[in-house]
């Protein structure tokens, strides 16, 4: 007897263990982050070349790509290269794309740019964080996709894979 109670609940843990994963990942995946369907605060950032972006020249106007992105945080390296492609390949569509930088002085941010072959890409220099403070950013690589209304249509935290990256601007164009 007692070997077949054990194995009564032995398979109720396993089967508790299973429906307590199966619900947290869906969870997970069902989680939104706080700013998407709010109207996109706007900011106004010095960029790495001397310019201004403000992000209220482009609200209801075309889809916005935000990345929040900082020298020191591995995955935001490796999630930069992607950008600067996904930015290329949709070049001919209306859509303003901007990195934004989390306190890097702007020579490290150059720096990391020049021996990443990224030159090119935009970068807004958010040295107090006022930017990521509106947007609710928690932790780093995020990239905020707002759409031509100017709602906050998705946030994603993590690095994006290519075709994800692709996906989230298409589905803004839509």
Not at 90 to 117: H, I, M, R
Request: contains cysteine; aromatic residues 6%.
């Amino acid at each position: 007897m007692k070997t077949g109670n054990s194995v009564w609940v032995t398979g109720g843990i396993a089967l508790l263990a299973v429906i307590l994963l199966l619900g947290f990942s869906r969870g997970l995946r069902g989680a939104t982050h706080k700013m998407e369907g709010e109207k996109a605060p706007a900011f106004s950032l010095e960029t790495l070349t001397d310019e201004d972006f403000d992000l209220e020249e482009h609200l209801g106007k075309r889809p916005v790509v935000l990345d929040f992105w900082a020298v020191w945080c591995p995955p935001c390296r490796a999630s930069l290269p992607k950008v600067d492609k996904t930015m290329k390949a949709l070049a001919d569509a209306d859509v303003a794309f901007t990195t934004v930088n989390l306190g890097d002085t702007p020579d490290k941010v150059q720096d990391f740019l020049k021996s990443k072959d990224l030159e090119g890409l935009p970068v807004a220099l958010d040295s107090n964080r006022s930017a990521a403070r509106l947007y609710g950013i928690q932790s780093i690589p995020t990239m905020v996709f707002i759409d031509k209304e100017g709602t906050v249509a998705q946030v994603s935290t993590g690095a994006m894979s290519e075709s994800a990256l692709t996906q989230a601007v298409r589905k803004l164009l839509d």
